[in-house]
């Protein structure tokens, strides 16, 4: 007996393609189709996207690349701006910029990253492609409570590997700019 997972209509925006303001809402319309990826491998996808948080909240930049495939990339882009405010295009690049902001960090403030209503537009046994909600908020050393500072989509694209499942491409998509145009 096949399950029916669901995929994007035609002509809907992939996950290493910047999203429109039509397309954020274009999963209205979806399709059903044959399953080809199994619980496991949906688990295992969730788990990732957790670690992601984990990584970068506990400020390990190392934890954090291995999350992707060598030749990964990372995008964020903001609203009214034509391309990403960030772009990086490999494993040791995605480190180099995840230390870099971490460092800035230490000492100021906490982040937390909440993802959650996970996705899947696309399976496959050997690559998928799914879309997240994110939450970030931050909590300086002398604030009583965190305070929210970014929300968004991430668009990912991944693929499993011999390592497991790994992210080809994430994109944040943000609702609003938190300082990255002014940098």
């Known amino acids: 007996m096949a399950r029916l997972l669901w995929r994007r209509p035609l ?3 992939s996950c290493h393609e910047p999203p429109t303001h039509a397309g954020r809402d274009s999963h209205i319309g979806l ?12 688990l295992a996808i969730q788990e990732v996207i957790a670690r992601y948080s984990y990584a970068y909240d506990s400020r390990d930049a190392d934890a954090f690349a291995q999350l992707f495939v060598e030749d990964g990339s990372f995008a964020v882009i903001v609203p009214g701006e034509s ?15 995840a230390e870099q902001r971490l460092q800035e960090r230490t000492g100021r403030f906490t982040s937390r990253h909440y993802q959650s209503g996970i996705l ?3 399976l496959t046994p050997g690559s998928a492609l799914t879309r997240t909600m994110v939450l970030v908020t931050h909590q300086g050393v ?14 990912d694209q991944w693929r499993k590997t011999h390592e497991g499942w790994r992210l080809v491409h ?3 998509q943000l609702d ?3 300082g990255l145009s002014q940098r």
Do not use: Q
């Open 170 to 172: 994430r994109t944040a």
């Open 176 to 178: 609003r700019d938190p």
């Open 120 to 122: 899947f537009d696309e």
């Open 83 to 97: 391309t990403p405010m960030v772009r990086r295009s490999s494993r040791a690049a995605i480190r180099e910029w």
């Open 11 to 13: 002509g809907a925006n």
């Open 31 to 42: 399709e059903p189709r044959a399953a080809t990826m199994s619980v496991e491998d949906k």
């Open 142 to 155: 002398t604030e009583v409570a965190p305070r929210l500072t970014v929300s968004g989509m991430y668009h």
